[in-house]
Antibody
């Protein structure tokens, strides 16, 4: 069974940093592109970032470019999102999701709240 | 940049009725790269349809997807109580890498 478990969310002040992790199991992690998708309270889904299997290609939404860094450790079956210079508008549930074109598997999400 | 516009914003229907949800792209999207998701409150999204018309594993056949180019449709042939949720379309392949539509809420009338 595919499992994706996010962690690392919490309350952080504007301008602060946070590192999210996603632990993967039940599939060959190194064979799949991975993504971060977020959802602000009461809002729709917003793609944040994607990373290819060997980290060869990395993509970011304009809203986070230059502030967020996606990475992965295939030996540890883990995906990461380093979030710096956080803003109130980054407040959201952050999901990790597996897939290149469509995302067939999602974690349960971790809540990031940016507030003073 | 491709923008996906979903309509209507809210669809009020009764169980047993047919639901037709629209997703319109600002530029042509390859059918291979169009997907639909269902999301219920407090839950992660669930993949329903990929490649515009292929049902994901375990998805009932009352869900169907169609369309090409800039116009795509998700149809639920007969609404079951568990189908009342928010539905999102999503495209991939063009800059930006991935885009979601704003969602359509299917609510009980």
């Amino acid at each position: 069974e595919v499992q994706l478990v996010e962690s690392g969310g919490g309350l952080v002040k504007p301008g602060g940093s946070l590192r999210l992790s996603c632990a993967a199991s039940g599939f060959t992690f190194s064979s799949y592109d991975m993504n971060w998708v977020r959802q602000a309270p009461g809002k729709g889904l917003e793609w944040v970032s994607s990373i290819t299997r060997s980290s060869t290609y990395i993509y970011y939404a304009d809203s986070v470019k230059g502030r967020f860094t996606i990475s992965r450790d295939n030996a540890k079956n883990s995906l990461y999102l380093q979030m710096n210079s956080l803003r109130a508008e980054d407040t959201a549930v952050y999901y990790c999701a597996r897939g290149e074109r469509e995302m067939a598997d999602w974690g349960q999400g971790t809540l990031v709240t940016v507030s003073s | 940049e491709i923008v996906l516009t979903q309509s209507p914003g809210t669809l009020s229907l009764s169980p047993g009725e047919r639901a037709t949800l629209s997703c319109r792209a600002s530029q042509s999207v390859s059918s291979s790269y169009l997907a639909w998701y269902q999301q219920k409150p407090g839950q992660a999204p669930r993949l329903l349809i990929f490649g515009a018309s292929t049902r994901a594993t375990g998805i009932p056949d009352r869900f169907s997807g169609s369309g090409s180019g800039t116009d795509f449709t998700l149809t639920i042939s007969r609404l079951e109580p568990e189908d009342f949720a928010v539905y999102y379309c999503q495209q991939s392949g063009s800059s930006p890498r991935l885009t979601f539509g704003g969602g359509t809420k299917v609510e009980i009338k």
